[in-house]
C-alpha cells in the first residue's frame, strides 16, 4: 500500500484524530494488515504519537501488525458448531491450506482464525470467508468451498 | 468556583470543586495510599489501591478516590474495615505481578496482605502507566507506550524515539513502583532487537 493510497483514505476522513480508528479499518480492510510505515504515516498526517497507535493497533482483534493473506478464514469453535463437528472442519482446513489457527501462508492467500461463535448456530458448523457465512459446512463442502479462491 | 464541604475520618474537609478525594485528602494531611497517582500527571485510576468508602445519603460504595470528585455531604472512610479488607486483596492481586516490589511490600505490611495468596505471574509491570504517561504528559516524547490488553498488556518503547530521546531522559525509571529496572530493561531489549520491521536504529 502506497502513501497516497494512505493519505488518501486519511483525507476521506478529513485527517481527524477522532477518526483514527475508521482510518485503521478501512487501510486494514483494504490492505489485510496495517506495516509499521503506514502506522507512522497516519501518526504523522492526523498528529497522533505513535505510542497510541500502536496501543490501539494491538487492542483490537481486528487490526493486524502482520501480513494476512488475501483470503481470512474465520471457523466457529463456539458451542453449537462444536458439537456440529467443528473440529473436523478445522482439520479440513488446515489439511488444505497447510496453516493453523493464527497463521498465515507463505503466498499470502489464506490467514485461518479461529472464532467462539459468529451468531448463527443455527446454521452451524459455520466458516466465514472474506465475511461470508457458509453454513452447514462438512468436510467435503469446505474443501469444495476453498477451490474457489485464487 | 464553589466550596464544597463534607467529612473525611470523621473530619470535617473543605474542598473546592472539581477536586478529588484524593487531593483534598492531602490538603488536610490525611494519607490514602496511592500507586499510579502522580501530581504532574492526568488522574489515571489504574492500581485502585486508594480506594475509599464514600456514604451518600445513609448509601456506602467504595470509589477510586484519586478520580473521584468531591462532593458536598459526603462521608468518606479512608480505613474502614471493609476498605481494609478490600485494600488487602487488591495488593495481593498486584504482588501477583511484582512480588518484590518495596512500596508494595510496605503496603502488604500494613494491611497484612500475603504476596503467595495468588498464583505468581511476574511481568513485573502492575500497568500503572507512569512511566507511559510522564513520557507522554510531562517529557511530551511519546517514547513509550501500552500494547495489547488484558493479561497480555506491557509497556514498549519506540525504538526510533527511544535510541533518540532516552538515554539522556530516563526521568520514567524512578518513578515505577514495582522496579527501577523494569523500564530500564524493556528499554534495553527495544533498542538491541528492534522489530524486523523497523529500520535499522542509527548509532549516535
Ligand atoms: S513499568 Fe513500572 S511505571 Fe511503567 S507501567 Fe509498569 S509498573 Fe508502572
Ligand atoms: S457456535 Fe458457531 S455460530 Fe454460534
Ligand atoms: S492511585 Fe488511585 S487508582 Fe492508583
Known amino acids: 500500500m502506497d502513501n497516497d493510497r494512505i493519505d488518501q483514505i486519511i483525507d476521506k476522513h478529513q485527517g481527524e484524530a477522532s477518526s483514527l480508528i475508521q482510518i485503521l479499518l478501512d487501510i ?19 498528529q497522533v504519537p505513535l505510542t497510541r497507535i500502536q496501543h490501539i493497533a494491538t487492542f483490537y482483534k481486528a487490526f493486524s501488525l502482520v ?20 473440529t473436523r472442519i478445522l482439520d479440513t482446513v488446515e489439511e488444505a491450506t497447510g496453516i493453523n489457527p493464527g497463521e498465515t501462508d507463505l503466498d499470502l492467500k489464506f490467514s485461518l482464525e479461529t472464532v467462539n461463535c459468529l451468531g448463527c448456530c443455527a446454521l452451524g458448523p459455520v466458516v466465514e470467508i472474506n465475511g461470508k457465512v457458509h453454513g452447514k459446512m462438512s468436510p467435503g463442502a469446505t474443501a469444495e468451498v476453498l477451490k474457489n479462491y485464487e | 468556583m464553589s ?67 468531591v462532593e458536598e455531604n459526603i462521608i468518606v472512610r479512608t480505613r474502614s474495615e471493609k476498605v481494609d479488607r478490600i485494600r488487602k486483596t487488591i495488593i495481593e492481586l498486584l504482588m501477583a505481578h511484582a512480588p518484590d516490589s ?35 504528559e510531562v517529557v511530551k516524547k511519546n517514547a513509550i507506550g501500552f500494547v495489547d490488553r488484558g493479561i497480555n498488556k506491557e509497556i514498549s518503547f519506540i525504538p526510533e524515539i527511544a535510541a533518540k530521546e532516552c538515554n539522556d531522559c530516563k526521568e520514567c525509571f524512578p518513578l515505577c513502583p514495582t522496579s527501577y529496572l ?20 542509527s548509532e549516535e
Open chain 2, 3 to 69: 466550596e464544597i464541604q463534607f467529612e473525611i475520618d470523621g473530619k470535617e474537609v473543605k474542598a473546592t470543586e472539581g477536586m478529588t478525594i484524593l487531593e483534598a485528602a492531602q490538603n488536610v494531611g490525611i494519607f490514602i495510599p496511592t500507586l499510579c497517582h502522580h501530581e504532574k500527571l492526568e488522574p489515571f485510576g489504574g492500581c485502585r489501591v486508594c480506594i475509599v468508602e464514600v456514604e451518600v445519603n445513609g448509601w456506602t460504595k467504595l470509589v477510586v478516590s484519586c478520580v473521584y470528585p
Open chain 2, 102 to 136: 518495596p512500596q508494595l511490600q510496605d503496603l502488604a505490611q500494613e494491611y497484612g496482605a500475603d504476596k503467595d495468596r495468588f498464583e505468581k505471574d511476574a511481568s513485573f509491570c502492575i500497568h500503572c502507566g507512569l512511566c507511559v504517561r510522564y513520557c507522554a
Open chain 1, 28 to 46: 486494514q480492510s483494504e490492505n489485510h494488515w496495517l506495516p509499521k510505515e503506514a502506522l507512522e504515516r497516519i501518526g504523522e498526517k492526523v
Open chain 1, 67 to 86: 501480513p494476512k493473506g488475501r483470503h481470512e478464514i474465520h471457523i466457529c469453535v463456539g458451542t453449537a458448531c462444536h458439537v456440529r463437528g467443528a
Open chain 2, 182 to 201: 523494569q523500564a530500564a530493561f524493556v528499554l534495553t531489549e527495544a533498542l538491541a532487537f528492534p522489530p524486523p520491521s523497523s529500520e535499522p536504529v
